[in-house]
């Protein structure tokens, strides 16, 4: 049995790009989580089938308690992740407006969902022993600070731990807690620059470009605190004590770069930027353009698979067409490929590739991709709030998650810190 999705209806949604990170919790990344309405503290939404008074939700991380420190992107999105698999997590926001030069979070998108939130003022003693009440009940704490500032406000791993042995405290930066760059401020594409993750990223002869903000803020950053708490987690089972877990942009983007690193040593990888095998130097890993002003990807590497887009193409039969793994031939297959599927529109080549094993695939908008048949078929999006978002993952037969919760509003949903307590009692 795996969980299934109501089929989404339009595409549109909110996301967080994601700030510099700086030394006051005013600059934490900021999201919006979701929470139970404040005229009726004790409940989820009720316009949602999904949600459950409490913030007891399904999946397999049910029951786990997580506290997380206002901030934006990738501490967010791994929240996100362990909401959606089960975890009540409650978000503790800034009470008033982001200080002078501060992003303001959004109030709604997919990074914001599943969540229960108060307010709590943590540069004052009071927001700090609130803060400490919950993290006595909590399984784990989630901060994106930089290195010092929690310390310096009174709730450090130190402090918490002494108050919650079994605690988790997660700490999700740029740079890591020590380091000569650890106090700096950064984005996604400092992190990926320093760890080597950039400079392969481009077309040969041009200067690298970032691909968004995905590989260091969410596949190197938030992705990579979702697994550092789990695995903490899965430890205090064994110990029955929590730890730190340093979670840092540049670690996780260097670690992306694991098999990069792999050719590197093997001598697979050592043409300029560009012109290897996976960096769209070969021309069967790569996008060509179709007659509509779309694109098709093409990864057909394997000669089995190359062999059938050859077929596709209607190029098998050409006796002038150069040997795939030849380099020297690499242009003018480029220009042959190029040629051939600027004759027929995405669509059309969809459909000559649809029952082809060749691994060609349509490239699809953000907003469209839902509408793709496996997509639909397997409900890999969902409408949550009105809204288009991926669906939670990985699926499990056995204790299968809910359907995500909306963002809440940020001015009705905050819960007082005493209903938070009330629904996690002590534990023995």
Known sequence: MTASWPSPGRPDGADDPGAARGDDPDAARHDDPGAARRDDPGAARRDDPGAAPGGSRGGPLAGVRVVELASLAPAPFGCMVLAD???????????????????????????????????????????VADLLR???????LVEAYRPGVAE??????????????????????????????????????????????????????????APMNLLADFGGGGMLLAVGVLAALLERERSGVGQVVDAAMVDGSALLTSFLHGLLGSGLWAAPRGRNMFDGG???????????????AVGAMEPAFYDVLLTGLDLADDPDLPAQYDPSGWDEL???????????????????????????????????????????????????????????????????????TPAPDPEQDVLPVEQILTDWPRRN
């Open 134 to 140: 919950l993290v006595e009940r909590a399984d784990v």
């Open 85 to 127: 698999l089960g975890a009540d997590v409650v978000r503790v926001d800034r009470p008033g407006a982001p200080g002078a030069g501060r992003l303001a979070a959004p109030t709604g998108g997919p990074l914001q969902r599943g969540r229960r939130v108060t307010a709590l003022d943590l540069k004052s003693p009071a927001g």
């Open 334 to 404: 480029r220009r042959r490929f190029t040629a051939r599927f600027a004759e027929r529109t995405r669509d059309e080549w969809t459909a000559v590739f649809t029952d082809l094993d060749a691994c060609v695939a349509p490239v699809l908008a953000p907003g469209e991709a839902h509408q793709h048949p496996h997509n639909a078929a397997r409900g890999t999006f969902v409408e949550v709030g009105g809204e288009i978002q991926p669906a939670p993952a990985p699926r499990f037969d056995r204790t299968p998650a809910d359907r995500p």
């Open 282 to 296: 070969a021309p069967f890993y790569d996008t060509y353009a179709t007659a509509d002003g779309g694109f098709m």
């Open 152 to 209: 310096r406000l009174g709730f450090g791993p130190e402090v918490c731990q002494r108050r919650n042995p079994g605690l988790v405290y997660a700490r999700m930066t740029g740079w890591g807690q020590d380091g000569p760059l650890a106090s700096r401020a950064g984005h996604d594409i400092d992190y990926i620059a320093v760890a080597g993750a950039l400079e392969p990223l481009g077309r040969a002869g041009e200067r690298p470009y």
